[in-house]
């Protein structure tokens, strides 16, 4: 049966098939931050959501509707590590087997934990090897079903209700930053924004050096890159998906890019002043509103934390990088 772009319908109901296995995580705030901003800000805590980010929703979502025959056969996913973990431990709590493409210099930390989850993990070179063909053949030689990390429209709705629960829980918001790697996070919160709060501006943040989705939102076509060099390993995507893409160009206001010393400001203000550990990927968000604040005075802007996977030895280096 053919796939079909999703719809604000495809959130709610995902966010009926999550309830009960996804956490309803915080929306914290900060003094701190809204002094600073002049604005009242939002914080979506993804990083505390199970297995550490927001892609626990779209994997489940996506894994809950196997049929009897794909459940048996079993799923296969590629992931630099927080999808690779959201599949494997769904796929554990559904009984179905997994097996995960993850690169090879993935934190150690995320093939470690999608290992603990039950998934056979394969890793490849993300510089030299296609994951996409990878996972392909695997899918046509054993018959396993493909999840894709974020171009799959059970997994864009599923990883939409992370917004559709900041609404309900914090009320309508003026703007809306979400952390952008193939574009699932983002075209599932706007799906929700457009519903649940219409005067929304939503933004998509990409780190400097991989601006494939700001060079497609404002060409009008998906650009492809060669994989970008940077601490925010979830965002080291070459290019949106055939799904993500129109929503992105549809719904958001605009795609921004922050610098790798941005995310690792954003890190140290998170675990110094708000005590909690955020990966550098999850920190793309805040790093763009903080650098927006002046515009967002006297506003009321959601920040969606989407996860908080990283190694801790690694965690304390780049905190320390900056003296």
């Not at 894994?63 to 769904?90: C, I, W």
């Not at 995507?237 to 941005?262: K, N, W, Y």
């Not at 400001?265 to 790093?287: H, Q, W």
């Amino acid at each position: 049966m053919p796939l079909h772009a999703p719809e604000y319908a495809d959130v709610a109901a995902a966010a009926d098939r999550i309830r009960g296995h996804a956490h309803r995580t915080p929306v914290m705030r900060s003094r701190t931050v809204d002094a600073e901003f002049g604005a009242e800000v939002f914080f979506k805590c993804e990083n505390l959501q199970r297995m550490g980010a927001f892609k626990f929703r779209g994997a489940f979502n996506a894994l809950s509707k196997f049929d009897a025959r794909q459940r048996e056969a079993g799923v296969v996913a590629f992931s630099s590590g927080n999808h690779a973990q959201a599949v494997a431990l769904s796929a554990r709590l559904l009984g179905i087997p997994a097996t995960i493409i993850m690169p090879q210099d993935a934190p150690q930390v995320k093939i470690d934990a999608t290992r603990g989850y039950g998934g056979e993990v394969v890793l490849y070179d993300r510089y030299t090897e296609d994951r996409e063909a990878i996972g392909r053949d695997l899918s046509q030689k054993y018959g396993l079903t493909l999840v894709p990390p974020y171009d799959h429209p059970d997994v864009i709705a599923g990883q939409g209700t992370a917004a559709k629960e900041l609404f309900e829980d914090a009320g309508p918001m003026d703007a809306l930053f979400v952390c952008l790697g193939g574009g699932g996070l983002l075209s599932g919160s706007a799906l929700s924004a457009r519903a649940l709060s219409p005067g929304c501006q939503v933004y998509g943040v990409e780190p400097e050096a991989g601006n494939d989705g700001q060079q497609s939102f404002r060409s009008g076509q998906i650009v492809h890159i060669d994989t970008p060099k940077t601490i925010a390993d979830g965002a080291q995507t070459q290019h949106l998906g055939q799904f993500t893409f129109p929503i992105i160009r549809r719904e958001v206001a605009d795609i921004l890019t922050v610098s790798d010393p941005e995310l690792i400001d954003a890190m140290n203000f998170y675990a110094a002043r708000m005590k909690i550990v955020v990966e550098p990927t999850g920190c793309l968000s805040f790093a763009a509103a903080r650098a927006m604040r002046a515009e967002l005075a006297g506003k009321r802007v959601g920040v969606i934390v989407s996860g908080g996977n990283v190694d801790m030895r690694r965690f304390c280096e780049l905190l320390l990088s900056k003296g």
